[in-house]
């Protein structure tokens, strides 16, 4: 069995920092972009992120990446 570490934070958590962080220490980020986020982000992990979240629309990408299920941690 593959296991993973995933990180879930809300909207504070969104910054390149953060992404790039995380992927250095493998851990993957499950972190809601705002609605207006760019694509030109330096960041490739952060960038990568903002656009399944843009492709998958926002009900798709909670239910995909069980983003509601951070609050009963």
Do not use: C
Request: glycine residues 8%; proline residues 5%; aromatic residues 10%.
């Amino acid at each position: 069995m593959v296991e993973y570490l995933r990180f879930m934070g809300d909207g504070a958590f969104d910054s390149s920092q953060v992404y790039e962080l995380l992927e250095r220490k493998g851990i993957e980020a499950v972190i809601k972009p705002p609605r207006n986020s760019r694509l030109d982000t330096p960041s490739e992990p952060r960038r990568r992120a903002v656009t399944m979240h843009k492709r998958l629309g926002d009900k798709r990408w909670t239910k995909m990446k069980g983003y509601g299920k951070r609050w009963s941690v």
